[in-house]
């Protein structure tokens, strides 16, 4: 508890980490919530020159002078705001001290077409009064399981508002709120090196037991935290394949339970190939599964390790990115997404390295992942070939859902630096709108005979 205690009230002040433990946060620590932390356990103070303001609440309503109505897309409470400065690979190196690795890797593989467009930094993330209110009756239960790889004592909100540890980050990362029920229409692009692509267009649904209200501990979601139907429509070759997950806590009290249905075959089969380093889907084969969200799945094949907090420069507020009217034609370029699009400010991030088990393999030998600290999502992450070298860099596009509110994104990007190729995925510029609040979804659906029922084209 000591060792606990002092990384926890040295991390906020210094960024410094101090080590790892498995026991709750101690009560008058878990106070500090709202007060000098922010209910997300985020320092709520600035920086020093005020280039990081002061979280005053973030969007947590429908901002003043902004018109919106349930079902809408959101418009830019931002949209007067104008770039501080452009980084582009002819100056990089005067900006070399807040440029994550990822950012440094893309500026200099693709120093005619990659620049960041840097903005006044805006803490907009909030959450409802109930997620703050989980978060701090978890910050003093919540306890991580010996292996790292599961935790109990948590339900709702964030698992360890607090965290000790990079394998709470993750936890954090994996069960950061977005809602109960949702659905959505997204797309997956993988342009050639020419920019040509076909979009693959998919309908997806999740229910987040981890989210149920009615659910008062972590036992009582039997190890399930999502159930996950992901449907592809488009293109007429694709559609029909549908993807059935029940995802689990802890991979050593479970792993990840996985269908597909084909409509080749008119049959569904189990897939416990969905997880880890097997290809994902619809991006011809330029990410992995685990690298979906950034990350998702299992920790086990890592050692985790934190690297401290740092000032990076990261996307984040990407309410013009997420317009609907942005064309796909417009954001998908050759070689790299169109960056007169992102928004980048200067955020506090921490930093962690996940290391590859001796007793176990992956085809990323190393990732890194820099976690911005109001949200707890992850904004960039770099993952090293065998070699010791960067192969692959994704970029997350960060926005805030004031509608409910969550802390969402407009879509992610996974550079390839080898292929000189990409793939973007969770784009939803032309689709209907996400909604949040899918009442219409139950658990009956969630069965592989659901999906063999709607896989039928």
């Given at each position: 508890m000591a060792i606990r205690s002092a990384f926890i009230l040295g991390l906020f002040a210094a960024g410094v980490f101090a080590g790892t433990a498995g026991a709750e946060v101690p009560a008058e620590v878990a106070?500090?919530?709202?007060?000098?932390?922010?209910?997300?356990?985020?320092?709520?103070?600035?920086?020093?020159?005020?280039?990081?303001?002061?979280?005053?609440?973030?969007?947590?309503?429908?901002?003043?002078?902004?018109?919106?109505?349930?079902?809408?897309?959101?418009?830019d409470p931002y949209a007067a705001d104008k770039p501080l400065y452009t980084i582009t690979s002819a100056n990089m190196a005067q900006y070399a001290d807040k440029l994550t690795e990822v950012s440094t890797a893309l500026l200099t593989t693709y120093p005619d077409a990659y620049k960041m467009n840097v903005y006044p930094t805006r803490r907009s993330c909030a959450n409802p009064p109930s997620i703050y209110e989980s978060n701090k009756k978890n910050a003093v239960s919540g306890v991580i399981s010996a292996s790292g790889d599961g935790f109990t004592g948590s339900i709702n909100g964030m698992p360890f508002p607090i965290p000790g540890n990079a394998n709470e980050m993750m936890f954090n990362q994996r069960l950061q709120y977005r809602g109960y029920k949702i659905t959505r229409q997204y797309v997956s692009i993988a342009p050639t090196r020419g920019g040509e692509y076909s979009a693959?267009?998919?309908?997806?649904?999740?229910?987040?037991?981890?989210?149920?209200?009615?659910?008062?501990?972590?036992?009582?979601l039997d190890n399930v935290w999502a159930y996950y139907i992901n449907n592809t429509i488009a293109p007429a070759r694709a559609?029909?394949?549908?993807?059935?997950?029940?995802?689990?806590?802890?991979?050593?009290?479970?792993?990840?339970?996985?269908?597909?249905?084909?409509?080749?075959?008119?049959?569904?089969?189990?897939?416990?190939?969905?997880?880890?380093?097997?290809?994902?889907?619809?991006?011809?084969?330029?990410?992995?599964?685990?690298?979906?969200?950034?990350?998702?799945?299992?920790?086990?094949?890592?050692?985790?390790?934190?690297?401290?907090?740092?000032?990076?420069?990261?996307?984040?507020?990407?309410?013009?990115m997420a317009n609907a009217d942005v064309k796909y034609s417009d954001l998908f370029k050759p070689m790299v997404i169109n960056q007169d699009y992102p928004r980048y400010e200067l955020r506090r991030n921490n930093v962690i390295t996940a290391r590859v088990r001796p007793d176990t393999r992956h085809i990323y030998t190393k990732r890194v992942f820099w976690h911005d600290e109001d949200t707890a999502q992850t904004v960039a992450t770099s993952s090293y070939d065998a070699r010791g070298k960067i192969w692959r860099a994704q970029e997350q596009f960060s926005y805030v859902h004031y509608g409910v509110p969550a802390c969402n994104t407009a879509g992610f990007v996974s550079y390839d630096l080898n292929a000189g190729r990409y793939t973007a995925q969770e784009f939803f510029n032309e689709e209907p709108s996400l909604n949040h609040f899918a009442d219409e979804?139950?658990?009956?659906?969630?069965?592989?005979?659901?999906?063999?029922?709607?896989g039928v084209r």
């Open positions: 106070a500090r919530l709202g007060k000098d932390l922010t209910p997300l356990g985020s320092q709520k103070s600035g920086n020093k020159d005020g280039t990081i303001p002061e979280w005053t609440g973030g969007l947590s309503e429908i901002p003043a002078g902004v018109t919106y109505k349930a079902g809408d897309r959101y418009p693959y267009t998919v309908q997806d649904e999740v229910i987040f037991p981890w989210n149920d209200p009615s659910k008062t501990t972590t036992e009582s559609a029909g394949n549908v993807v059935l997950i029940h995802d689990t806590i802890d991979a050593v009290q479970g792993s990840r339970k996985a269908w597909v249905y084909s409509p080749g075959t008119r049959r569904v089969r189990r897939a416990p190939n969905i997880a880890y380093d097997n290809p994902s889907f619809n991006d011809d084969g330029l990410s992995t599964i685990d690298a979906f969200n950034m990350f998702n799945g299992a920790l086990d094949r890592y050692d985790w390790t934190y690297n401290g907090r740092t000032e990076t420069i990261t996307s984040h507020n990407n309410y013009r979804l139950t658990m009956d659906r969630y069965t592989p005979d659901y999906i063999r029922r709607v």
